[in-house]
């Protein structure tokens, strides 16, 4: 099984920046792909990045492009969420995900297809 951690979050100015990391243990040749899905106060968890763990392929969702930036090192297991430019509509518990291989590059951005998920970390940004 393999087990997600996340950590950075925490308060920031709008206009600042903050980087998330999501260190993965366990059986980590299974992961195919990780994803960084979001989810604000009484709203649904939604998908805003994704890396595809070999070819370090990237997708992002609309609202984060140009702001956020998606990689991974592969030998330390790690991958990360650059979050810059922060606006206060970005204020959500940030959760990392990982997809089993045998899933496609569209997977990544599709919530019921991931197998594992971290425990989440909060950012909030505010004045």
């Known amino acids: 099984q393999v087990q997600l951690v996340e950590s950075g979050g925490g308060l920031v100015q709008p206009g600042g920046s903050l980087r998330l990391s999501c260190a993965a243990s366990?059986?980590?040749?299974?992961?195919?792909?990780t994803g960084w899905f979001r989810q604000a106060p009484g709203k649904e968890r939604e998908f805003a990045a994704g890396?595809?763990?070999?070819?370090?392929?990237?997708i992002y969702t609309d609202s984060v492009k140009g702001r956020f930036t998606i990689s991974r090192d592969k030998d330390k297991n790690v991958v990360y969420l650059q979050m810059n430019t922060l606006k206060p509509e970005d204020t959500a518990v940030y959760y990392c995900?990982?997809?089993?291989?045998?899933?496609?590059?569209?997977?990544?951005?599709?919530?019921?297809?991931?197998?594992?998920w971290g425990q989440g970390t909060q950012v909030t940004v505010s004045s």
């Open positions: 890396i595809q763990w070999f070819s370090a392929t990237t």
């Open positions: 995900a990982a997809l089993k291989r045998g899933k496609n590059i569209g997977a990544l951005i599709q919530k019921s297809e991931y197998d594992y």
């Open positions: 366990g059986p980590t040749s299974d992961i195919y792909g």
